[in-house]
């Protein structure tokens, strides 16, 4: 049973175009993650949220937590081939890694 | 930011050999590091928790003869992979905390491609 689900599960958008992926579970966090992972390569920590309802952006990557603490959106503006990888969401309930639960993650593909 | 390597890159290697893979904080030391691995366009999945001085802890379903973690120092952990078949075949990462570890975050390698044949 995966905490974390991920939507959609492959999306493949042309270079200049908006997207969202969401990340949903019926389970509460105390803080969120997103990781994107570039292929052959280790996932690399975007952003952490924390408290619900939280907006962070990061250039044209626009990050919310639910106010629920439930779930969590990646907005992208603007898509560029750079973007492209697999995103994940990672919720954690404390710390060690037997506490952080990875969603099941949303590969994007930016065509030029 | 902290820095987390892995070596081999990329293995190939028969089946029935062993194969061992390291993964090193290059900045920092780490008491705990994890061990993921993960299947073609897959999302990670937690295999064990490698103690510096102490046994690792496995998940359920990871068999610990097969999988030796050994976390000799604080920025050394090594996962043996024993008698590889081919389906041990995967992508094998490992992460030490850093950042905010109160919010759990994590410091990725690069991965270790294994391919048994």
């Known amino acids: 049973t995966q905490l974390l689900e991920q939507s959609p599960q492959f999306l493949s958008i042309q270079e200049g175009e908006n997207l969202t992926v969401y990340c949903n579970s019926s389970?509460?966090?105390?803080?969120l993650q997103w990781y994107r992972q570039e292929p052959g390569e280790g996932p690399v920590l975007l952003v952490t949220?924390?408290?619900?309802?939280e907006v962070k952006k990061l250039k044209r990557l626009t990050f919310q937590f639910g106010d629920a603490r439930k779930d969590s959106s990646l907005h992208i503006t603007a898509a560029q081939p750079g973007d492209t990888g697999l995103y994940l969401c990672a919720g954690a309930r404390g710390t060690g890694a037997n506490n952080l639960f990875f969603g099941t993650g949303t590969r994007l593909t930016v065509i030029p | 930011g902290a820095v987390v390597s892995q070596h081999p890159s990329r293995v190939i290697c028969k089946s029935g050999t062993s194969v061992k893979i390291e993964c090193r904080s290059l900045?920092?030391?780490?008491?705990?590091m994890f061990w993921y691995r993960q299947f073609p366009k897959k999302s990670l999945m937690l295999m064990a928790t490698?103690?510096?001085?102490?046994?690792?802890?496995?998940e359920q379903g990871v068999e610990k003869d097969k999988f030796l973690i050994n976390h000799a120092s604080l920025t050394l952990s090594t996962l043996t992979v024993t008698s590889a078949h081919p389906e041990d075949s995967s992508f094998y990462i490992c992460s030490a905390p850093g950042g905010r570890q109160s919010y759990n975050e994590q410091f990725f390698g690069p991965g270790t491609r294994l391919t048994v044949l």
């Open positions: 949220v924390v408290t619900g309802g």
């Open positions: 490698s103690n510096e001085g102490s046994k690792a802890t496995y």
């Open positions: 389970s509460v966090f105390s803080s």
């Open positions: 900045d920092f030391q780490a008491t705990t």
